[in-house]
Structures are given as structure tokens and as C-alpha cells.
Nanobody, 128 residues
Framework: QSQFVESGGALVQPGGSLKLSCSAS????????IGWFRQAPGKEREALAC????????NYAASAKGRFTISRDNAKSTAYLHMSSLKPEDTGVYYC?????????????????????WGRGTLVTVSS
């Protein structure tokens, strides 16, 4: 049973923008930090960004900082990832996950620290 449903992935040209959504099903995100992750073809899953639950403090990986923006709407049980200036190397399956706020203090949290099982993700392909 999927606990997070990721959506918004698409084929986009280099330099383009895309907004991904992550909706929680059954589980609560109100008191948890949310992270976005990416698995590129043939590579391990990597952390991109996280956002804390109350004060919306955010952290970004070097590959995402300056181009990606993470946000959330607790009333909608949804988190977002707005991506701009997309590059071919951004191609991959994008996932979201939750963890305690202490896991998103000064940096993103590792994929293996995700609290729940992974959802299906949403595919982003950056190509001309």
C-alpha cells in the first residue's frame, strides 16, 4: 500500500521548469520533516531537499540548491518540489519521504533514513 503518492513528472526540455507534488495517504506529515529524493538511471537514490514541519526551515543538496525549491501545505497533506533550470542529469525517478524534524536540522537526510516504505515515485525526463 502506497503511503506517499508522487506526481507531476514529465518530459521537459533542458532549461525548463517542473513542479512535483507529494501527497500523503493515510499517514500524517504535520509533525514530520519531508524530503525529496532522486534515483537517476543506474545510480543510487540521492537526497535533494528537506523541509521541517513547523518553522519551514529547508535544506538542499549541492545539486539542488539554487535551482530547486521545496515547500509544503500541511492542510493539504502535500509537499512540493519546484524545479527550474533543469539539466539532463536531473533525469530520474523522484520520491518523497518523511522523518522526524531532527533529521532535517542542518542538511538533507539520507535515503536509508526514510521512515516509511518508498512510493512508486514520478519520472522526470530532461531531454531535447
Amino acid at each position: 500500500q502506497s503511503q506517499f503518492v508522487e506526481s507531476g513528472g514529465a518530459l521537459v526540455q533542458p532549461g525548463g521548469s517542473l513542479k512535483l507534488s507529494c501527497s500523503a495517504s493515510v499517514i500524517s506529515i504535520e509533525k514530520y520533516a519531508i524530503g525529496w529524493f532522486r534515483q537517476a538511471p543506474g545510480k543510487e537514490r540521492e537526497a535533494l531537499a528537506c523541509i521541517r514541519s513547523g518553522v519551514f526551515i529547508t535544506n538542499y543538496a549541492a545539486s539542488a540548491k539554487g535551482r530547486f525549491t521545496i515547500s509544503r501545505d500541511n492542510a493539504k497533506s502535500t509537499a512540493y518540489l519546484h524545479m527550474s533550470s533543469l539539466k539532463p542529469e536531473d533525469t530520474g525517478v523522484y520520491y518523497c519521504a518523511r522523518q522526524g524534524d531532527n533529521y532535517c536540522k542542518d542538511s538533507v537526510f539520507r535515503p536509508d533514513w526514510a521512515l516509511d516504505a518508498w512510493g512508486r515515485g514520478t519520472l522526470v525526463t530532461v531531454s531535447s
